[in-house]
């Protein structure tokens, strides 16, 4: 069984959220990683834009990256702009880098990122999650308890 969450990140902004990994997938770990950008690719998450369904990260010798991860090109962006789904490096500690390669090795998880957003300085940041895939009877189960859930408050409502 997965453990307890830990604290959740300064988000001051959130700009794009993985809300499938967390029906898919037992999320074990979380970390909050900076992501090395270009200008345009900024100015496009700022007003909003970008997606991480379906993209995941990998380490790469002692290097993160993400990959396939979609932010569209900057509209006043003229020729400086940027490959859409290109991959983009991921900046994190080298005592994280290890411990995320260890386990990606030993424990067979997977490294999904949760979600992009701006922190309080207003830098970009990607949750990442390491995470033990679902079986199809686990996300039964999980559908099951979030239907109680659903079904206990409404009944809690009513009783006033």
């Given at each position: 069984m997965p453990k307890e969450p830990s604290a959740p990140f300064d988000k001051a902004k959130v700009v794009a959220e993985n809300r499938r990994a967390r029906f898919d997938y037992f999320i074990e770990d979380r970390f909050e990683a900076g992501i090395s950008l270009q200008g345009t690719e900024v100015k496009a998450l700022r007003i909003g834009e970008g997606s991480i369904a379906e993209s995941y990260a990998t380490v790469d010798g002692e290097e993160v990256f993400l990959i396939n991860a979609s932010i569209p090109q900057y509209k006043a962006g003229s020729w400086m702009n940027h490959d859409p789904r290109r991959r983009r490096r991921l900046l994190l500690k080298r005592r994280e880098i290890n411990k995320l390669t260890g386990a990606i090795h030993r424990q067979g998880l997977t490294l999904i990122p949760l979600s992009i957003y701006f922190n309080a300085n207003g830098k970009a940041k990607v949750e990442l999650g390491l995470a033990r895939g679902k079986k199809v009877h686990d996300?039964?189960?999980?559908?099951?308890?979030?239907?109680?859930?659903?079904?206990?408050?409404?009944?809690?409502?009513?009783?006033?």
């Open positions: 996300k039964r189960e999980t559908i099951k308890e979030r239907d109680w859930k659903r079904d206990q408050a409404r009944i809690m409502r009513a009783r006033g």
